[in-house]
């Protein structure tokens, strides 16, 4: 969860498990059903959600994987937020600032052997790259604000770790690049290799 702009504030959750006015996130089981409600401090309002929320009243949101939700408080205008991963959780980050940081949220995650392929949202056009421990690096690019498929492959290391332990924990470490330049914006992605699946 994350906050942006020139103002402050703070969001909770219902059920419990997010509380904050900065950078916060909370794991809740899958399928939750969460509400997040944002309180602005004296002298600030609230401006608005993104992310997985928009408009200005509760944000509810149905968990089926990882969310993401910004929030922003102003004095009187606006910017927006930037996103973290884990199971399914919201991610909350709160920085406030004058500069606008981009979103990226994580979709479906499909697995097959050594192979996974990997949907993102991204914030623009730009390139989308992976990395990892026991992982081939991997790149993709985007022409637009939207949804692209990342392709993931165990390397050669990682490959022999899989059939040698029959499950690899793979940390994955995701890194958009804005086409038109500014900050890159990192995201961390743990996934579940197993053994035994088509290949």
Known sequence: MSTKGAGSGGITSSPAGIECGASCSSGFDQGA??????EPSPGSEFAGWSGACSGTGACRVTLSADTAVGARFEPIPRPTPI?????PRILVNSD???????V?????LRLKGTKATLQVTVPGPGSLSASGNGLAPAKVGAKRVGTVTLPLTLDKAGKRALARKGRLAVKVHLTFKPSGGGAPVRLVKTIHFKSGSKK
């Not at 996103?83 to 199971?87: C, L, V």
């Not at 406030?96 to 981009?102: L, R, Y």
């Not at 990226?104 to 479906?108: E, K, Q, R, Y």
Request: glycine share 18%; no cysteine.
């Open 104 to 108: 990226l949220v994580l979709g479906a």
């Open 33 to 38: 059903k969460v509400t997040l409600s944002a």
């Open 96 to 102: 406030p600032g004058p500069t606008e940081g981009p």
């Open 83 to 87: 996103d973290r991963s884990g199971t």
